[in-house]
C-alpha cells in the first residue's frame, strides 16, 4: 500500500508539472488564428445507405407480383424457393427496411 501510494503522489506531482502554463507571449494564439480553417468533409455513408434503401423499395415494388407478395416471399424462403419473384421482393424489402434502420440508428 505505501508504493502505490508513494506512486499516486509522484504521478501527482508529475502531472501538477505538466499542467503550467508556459509563457510565450501569444505565439500559440496567433499560430492558431493563422491556421486555415479545417477542410469540411461530407459524410457519404447517409446518402449512399439511403440511395441504397430506395434501390430496394423499388425492387420490392417492381419485382413482386400483385396480392400479398410479402407472405408468399416468406413462404418461397421457408420452402428454400430463393429465386422466385416474391422472394427476390421480399429480401430487397428486408434489407432496404434494414439499412434504413441501421441509418437511423447510427444517426441517433
Do not use: H, K, Q, Y
Not at 43 to 61: E, H, K, N, R, S
Not at 72 to 89: F, K, M, V, Y
Amino acid at each position: 500500500m505505501t508504493n502505490e501510494t508513494t506512486r499516486d503522489d509522484l504521478e501527482s506531482r508529475l502531472l501538477a508539472e505538466l499542467r503550467r502554463e508556459i509563457a510565450d507571449a501569444g505565439f500559440t494564439a496567433r499560430v492558431s488564428a493563422a491556421l486555415p480553417p479545417e477542410p469540411r468533409r461530407f459524410d457519404w455513408a447517409f446518402p449512399l445507405v439511403a440511395a441504397a434503401a430506395l434501390a430496394g423499395c423499388a425492387i420490392a415494388t417492381f419485382a413482386v407480383p400483385v396480392g400479398p407478395a410479402i407472405l408468399e416471399g416468406l413462404r418461397d424462403l421457408a420452402a428454400a424457393r430463393a429465386l422466385t419473384p416474391a422472394a427476390i421482393g421480399t429480401l430487397a424489402a428486408v434489407a432496404s427496411l434494414a439499412a434504413a434502420g441501421a441509418v437511423v440508428a447510427a444517426d441517433g
